[in-house]
């Protein structure tokens, strides 16, 4: 089983519409969890990231957690064309800061 | 406040050559981490110094690849002999106090 579950995509949403990106992890002992945007041949980027359960929003973006189903999404409210980009899951077990990534799931937001 | 920065940005070499490259983290960033990626996969780590310190190499290929970081500043991955299969974007990344991770541009290593 993977460590890190993420649907490759492509997940194709109309510009202005809710782009919803999900995420499944295996490691109970994940504490935190990151959500990287990374752009066509370019370093990875941070979204946001979350610790507990529940929701957190910052602008356009809400990170969702449920550790009981070992579950993280990533919702982008009013998807913008720059939006596109390939969105990696990643969690860390906090004894080292050590990252594990998903494959990543391509966004396409079109017009 | 500078970004991670990594050079070369390119190379190409044929297998069973070597390659660098190098690394330097945010300023006063005591980790620093260097991740292989995949066309199409996400990023793998391949290892974590703590100042100049080891604390994870247990996806490097020692048998081919090394790494070091002199002084606890700036560090170098090295690949001896490449293979084909090493093609991949090299990522290097530094963490400060917090849990974030921020990534230098990478270098992108094509082996033909």
């Known amino acids: 089983q993977k460590e890190v579950e993420q649907n490759s995509g492509p997940l194709s949403v109309p510009e202005g519409a809710i782009a919803s990106l999900n995420c499944t992890y295996s490691?109970?002992?994940?504490?935190?969890f990151f959500w990287y945007r990374q752009y066509s041949g370019k370093s990875p980027e941070l979204i946001m990231f979350i610790y507990s359960n529940g929701d957190k929003e910052d602008g356009r973006f809400t990170a969702q957690l449920n550790k009981a189903s070992q579950y993280v999404s990533l919702l982008i409210r009013d998807s913008q064309p720059s939006d596109s980009a390939t969105y990696l899951c990643a969690f860390d077990t906090g004894t080292a800061s050590k990252l594990t990534f998903g494959t990543g799931t391509r966004l396409q937001v079109t017009l | 406040e500078a970004g991670v920065a990594q050079s070369p940005r390119y190379k190409i070499i044929e297998k069973r050559q070597s390659v660098a490259f190098w690394c330097n983290p945010i300023?006063?960033?005591?980790?620093l981490y260097w991740y292989q990626q995949i066309l199409g996969q996400g990023p793998k780590l391949l290892i974590q110094?703590?100042?100049?310190?080891?604390?994870?190499d247990s996806q490097l290929p020692k048998d081919r690849f090394s790494a070091e970081r002199l002084k606890g500043v700036d560090s170098t991955l090295k690949i001896q002999p490449a293979k084909l299969e090493d093609s991949a974007v090299y990522l290097c990344a530094s963490r400060g106090g917090g849990n974030i991770q921020y990534f230098g541009a990478g270098t992108r290593l094509s082996v033909l």
């Open positions: 110094f703590q100042n100049n310190g080891v604390v994870d």
């Open positions: 300023s006063g960033h005591a980790t």
């Open positions: 490691d109970r002992g994940s504490q935190s």
